[in-house]
């Protein structure tokens, strides 16, 4: 029988947290045990129905936590005046969030940090977390759970960049939103993954490759196509990208196929004083720090091999 490996995604769907559910949904080497749910592209009250929403999109049934509803110090983000909404939309699925149906499900009535905790205390092997949104849940996890890090495989996560951001021209958006949850991450002893904007800014669909979801997805696929939307109109105004970027999907494709990226072992930190950098993660690609290599960092990503995964995937739902 296939060995699965067992993970839990800790998200802020989100368009491109929607696909990367959708590699997640179709991955027959993955078992998805808990799903946590953080502020980032939305408020937490939007970002979890989302949540329950595209998971029943995919016909998938799990535990879903809601997680935290701001940064562990900085004050909570004012969505009324926050750019994401233009990127992801004001209900985060690019504005076309209302023609899914509202979720039959609940929230489990537990926290996000806890419910981590009870998936990782119930599995016989070591969790892996994947993270695609602000760092919150995994910091107050960490804290809260000392004896569990040993149990945990690694901590995959987008966010971060050796070079650029954008959110702050130095600055990448999910480490951005709470740069003090992500140092406690990169400062702990769990091993750690990220899927930042020097790969990920490869990751873009095109409109050919949009209508190939929706050719071979069904409703689903249709549905994908107009989620993508606005914010592909977004990436191409604002990025000059020929598409939306799929940020959120690499540390799942990775997971399915290591191929699809190219990683550097060094030491990383986040910025947490400078005036215009608080939030870079400072990578120390060349050594200089003498300090020990904490993190993998993704430094290249073969963009049509992970197209290509999502187009696979979606036939699923065909
Ligand atoms: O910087 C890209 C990240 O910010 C992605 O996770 C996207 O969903 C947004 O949260
Ligand atoms: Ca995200």
Redesign the pocket.
Known sequence: MLKKRPIIMDV?T????TLSLLLVAAAENLDLKAVTTVF??CAVDVTTPNTLKILELYGMDVPVAAGAYRPVIDPPIDYSIAP?VDI?GRDGLGNVGDRLPAPTKQPVNMTAVDLMAKAIKECDEKMTIVA??PLTNIAHFLLAYPDLHEKVECIAF??GAAFGG?MGFSV???IGHDPDAAQIVFMSDVPKYMFG?DA?MACFITDDERQALADNGGETGKFLQACLQQYSDIYKALGGLPGAVL??SLPVAWLLDETVVELAHCHVEVELKGVKTRGCTVTDLRGYSKKPANTYVAMKADREKLIGMHIEAVKKFN
């Not at 989100?14 to 947290?17: F, I, L, N, Q, R």
Request: hydrophobic share 25%; net charge negative; proline share 0%.
């Open positions: 802020d989100g368009v491109d947290d980032g592209n994401m992801h695609t949104g987008m966010g954008n990448e958006a999910n904007l990920t940020h959120d």
